[in-house]
């Protein structure tokens, strides 16, 4: 019964978070809203296929622009008071 609960939800073949922009686009119908729709099924779509979900997908597109290695100093090389 719970083996099944971490998969991701779809609806059909498409990701549920796809759902939200279509349903944007069907309620105020107009060209811009429809082609927001079909932009927010191709981009969770496409990171669907690659398997991360929107926080992962996130995070790998800022790895990417900032790079793997981070500039900090430990807490205790801090100057604090300037």
Same mark, same amino acid.
């Given at each position: 019964?719970?083996?099944?609960?971490?998969?991701?939800?779809?609806?059909?073949?498409?990701?549920?978070?796809?759902?939200?922009?279509?349903?944007?686009?069907?309620?105020?119908?107009?060209?811009?809203?429809?082609?927001? @729709? +079909?932009? &927010?099924?191709? *981009?969770? &779509?496409?990171?669907? *296929? *690659? @398997?991360?979900?929107?926080?992962?997908? +996130?995070?790998?597109?800022?790895?990417?622009? +900032? @790079?793997?290695?981070?500039?900090?100093?430990?807490?205790w090389q801090r100057r604090r008071?300037?």
């Amino acid at each position: 019964m719970w083996r099944a609960t971490a998969y991701p939800v779809r609806v059909f073949i498409l990701d549920a978070r796809s759902c939200f922009p279509i349903l944007i686009s069907v309620t105020h119908w107009s060209l811009t809203t429809l082609l927001i @729709g +079909i932009f &927010g099924v191709v *981009f969770f &779509g496409t990171i669907s *296929f *690659f @398997g991360l979900t929107l926080p992962a997908a +996130i995070r790998s597109i800022r790895r990417f622009l +900032i @790079g793997p290695v981070r500039t900090a100093l430990p807490t205790w090389q801090r100057r604090r008071f300037s």
